[in-house]
């Protein structure tokens, strides 16, 4: 049986790439990218290029968090938010800050500038599925929205 969305499900993929493989490989995750989605067959998430919608065909083998209790309130603030992040750019501050804690160089990533760099600038994409979220008032991770990447995402959806 194949699951479809509902407005407000995030989803989280494997795609190809080099840099997908770095973000799997850096996260010890089989996940890299998250999105999510907004009804007829788009997404909103957010790439290098920044956050932008695309068609839902763009992707095959999607991770939906489909068993996510959200209300019919939630999944409008969800829609509203991710729609208000459009635009924005891609956060690289962010894969530098997360990069840093990776390689175990907490001490430069801990810094008040860091910190700045990596919660002003844009996003990344599951810095914005987490924080939209969060504003609906459903926190998936417990943690600050830019430390939240792909794999935090998907190991939610094994709990749900």
Same mark, same amino acid.
């Given at each position: ?6 407005? $407000? /499900?995030?989803? #989280? &993929?494997?795609?190809? %790439? ?5 973000? *799997?490989? $850096? ?6 990218? #998250?999105?999510?989605?907004? $009804?007829? %067959?788009?997404?909103? $998430?957010?790439?290098?290029?920044? &956050? ?22 939630? *999944? ?10 459009? %635009? @924005? ?16 160089? +907490? ?7 860091? @910190? ?17 979220? +969060?504003?609906a008032g459903v926190?998936? #991770?417990?943690?600050? /929205?830019?430390? &939240?990447?792909? %794999?935090?995402?998907?190991? *939610?959806?094994?709990?749900?």
């Open positions: 049986m194949i699951y479809e969305p509902r407005i $407000g /499900d995030y989803g #989280c &993929v494997k795609t190809n %790439g080099f840099f997908g493989w770095l973000i *799997r490989l $850096g996260t010890f995750s089989r996940w890299n990218h #998250c999105f999510i989605y907004v $009804g007829d %067959g788009e997404i909103i $998430g957010a790439d290098p290029q920044g &956050v932008k919608k695309s068609p839902l065909s763009n992707y095959t083998n999607v991770a939906w968090n489909q068993h996510e209790e959200l209300t019919d309130k939630q *999944r409008d603030a969800i829609f509203f938010y991710t729609h208000q992040a459009l %635009g @924005k750019p891609y956060n690289f501050f962010t894969i530098a800050d997360l990069a840093l804690r990776i390689l175990g160089l +907490k001490i430069l990533a801990n810094t008040w500038l860091a @910190k700045k760099l990596a919660t002003t600038q844009g996003y990344i994409c599951s810095e914005l599925v987490s924080e939209v979220y +969060k504003k926190d998936l #991770c417990h943690k600050e /929205d830019y430390l &939240v990447v792909p %794999g935090d995402l998907a190991e *939610r959806l094994i709990w749900q």
